[in-house]
């Protein structure tokens, strides 16, 4: 059975960076289009990075963009998300996810992990 477990989330400052880890098991990263996702209290699950199945094509949401990076590791079979200069309203539960086909909806995403808290504030 496919497991995605995330990882790095904290409590950080405004303008602080983070690193955020998506170990996967029984799942070949190159047969996937890797997502992160975001959710705030009271909001809906919100795209936020993709990284599709070649490892080369990357897709950000507008509120991250230039300042998030996703990334992979075929080795550790781990996708990363480097968050820099964070802002209180990157403050959710990021969670990693995967699916066949490419998409932005967090409702075409077949694989889940459970999510790791990102907080900024002072």
């Known amino acids: 059975q496919v497991q995605l477990v995330e990882s790095g989330g904290g409590l950080v400052e405004p303008g602080g960076s983070l690193r955020l880890s998506c170990a996967a098991s029984t799942l070949t990263l190159s047969n996937y289009f890797m997502g992160w996702f975001r959710q705030a209290p009271g909001k809906e699950r919100a795209f936020v990075a993709s990284?599709?199945?070649?490892?080369?094509?990357?897709t950000y949401a507008d509120s991250v963009k230039g300042r998030f990076t996703i990334s992979r590791d075929n080795a550790k079979n781990t996708v990363y998300l480097q968050m820099n200069i964070l802002k209180p309203e990157d403050t959710a539960v990021y969670y990693c996810?995967?699916?066949?086909?490419?998409?932005?909806?967090?409702?075409?995403?077949?694989?889940w992990g459970q999510g790791t808290q990102v907080t900024v504030s002072s």
């Open positions: 996810a995967a699916t066949r086909t490419y998409s932005t909806s967090w409702s075409e995403y077949q694989y």
């Open positions: 990284l599709w199945w070649n490892g080369v094509t990357k």
